[in-house]
């Protein structure tokens, strides 16, 4: 059969793209073809660069996933820049698939970027109520935009540009960068470093209080494939773990410590930041899609994606 779908990935270099290829290659379409770029393709904040990449593979799909991403302490120091490249990765990409007649477009939003005063659990239509926490709120409101665009877009030109709310996403591929890193890659390069000189302490920022409903990267990949090509709406749909998941960053760090075996002594720098306490968020309209999907259990997707970075740290984006 002819490939008739050809689906642009952006950011497939990264945690969530290269998950996503890993799944496809699993199992292979005879009519899709995919392609995953990397931002080495191009510049996707440059508008005429990102013209060049569709004018080269035609896509009739766009898995949008590039974005300045990056952990709390990076997003409380660099609001400006998260902000503006956002925006500008996000506004080319929407209006080069517009102006290119693609059929649909898949962007990608996060639970963090949920108004800091809610009620818990937070539901899709709650993405607009109020101003994001205030360690982040350059991601938060370029990526708000997009759901913004993808209305307007479908108002005014009848577009099916839509977009998925994914809760923490970890795995193989992360960024362990202790600068720029979210909180799982930050501690697995940690406890690393600590098993390989033999150290008794391990140090997590914060109170270790704050809870995080978190999905394995795999898991997501799969998620994003049935948006792709079931999920019919341009409103956003929430891909998260139930609420009964969530977990606090005390229980996550001791879930890694058991993945390495440490045996030492996990202490909590109080005096680091420990941003937003929670963002519960409902996956109830995931489940009327998919009530049966089962998500990897945590501790055996902590397991994994320990034992890929003890086998790929040399690789990996430290
Ligand atoms: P990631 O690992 O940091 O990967 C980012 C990707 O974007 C890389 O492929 C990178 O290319 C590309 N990129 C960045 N700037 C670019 C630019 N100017 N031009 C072209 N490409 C560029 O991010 P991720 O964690 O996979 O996140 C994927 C999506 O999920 C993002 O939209 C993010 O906001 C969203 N999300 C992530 C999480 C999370 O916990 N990680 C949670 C919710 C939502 P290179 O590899 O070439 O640099
Ligand atoms: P968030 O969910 O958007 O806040 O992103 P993170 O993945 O950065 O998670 C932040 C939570 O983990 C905060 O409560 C931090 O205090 C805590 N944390 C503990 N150690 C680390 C670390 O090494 N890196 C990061 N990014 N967060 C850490």
Redesign the pocket.
Known sequence: MSENKVILV????????KAIQQVVEAEKRPDEKWIFL???DG???DYNETKQIFEKHHPTHVIH?????GGLFHNMSHNLDFLR?NMH?NDNILHISFETGVVKVVS?L?TCIFPDKTDYPINETMVHNGPPHPSNFGYSYAKRLIDIQNKAYHQQHGCMFTSVI?C??FGPH??YNLESS?VIPGLIRKLHDIMKTGGETFTVMGTGKPLRQFIYSLDLAKLFLWVLREYQETEPIILSVDEKSEVSIKELAEEIGKAYGFQGKIEFDTTKADGQYKKTASNAKLRKFLPDFEFTPFSVAIKESVDWYKANHEIARN
């Open positions: 952006t950011g497939g270099t990264g945690l969530v793209g990397s931002s080495k510049d996707l904040c996933l590039a974005a300045m991403v490249k990765m990608c996060s994914p923490n996403v992360d960024n979210h």
